[in-house]
């Protein structure tokens, strides 16, 4: 019984999430960030194939997607940087080994 609760209460959210994408971008700060944390944190990827095909919210979903959601963070590239970095100190030590 808890699954199907739990799947009704996740329909009933994505469902949300969808009137707040027609709307968008005319949506307060709280449902902006609802959203926001609903796409980074809860949604599957069949939640967010759902609400990407469902022709209703598919200006807002694009728009969303662009202003939020492709954008790399400072985070993003920190990783980046990272493993490029990782990546360096490997060759020279291959390059190093090899002399």
Known sequence: MSKTYTASAADARRAHVEA????YPDVTPQEHNLLVNWFRNDATALDVGMVASNPAA???YRRFRAEHLDRFT???MGWALAFAAAIAVAVLLIAWRAL
């Not at 707040?20 to 709307?23: D, G, H, Q, V, W």
């Open 20 to 23: 707040l994408l027609s709307a």
């Open 58 to 60: 598919e200006r807002g």
């Open 74 to 76: 400072l985070k993003d």
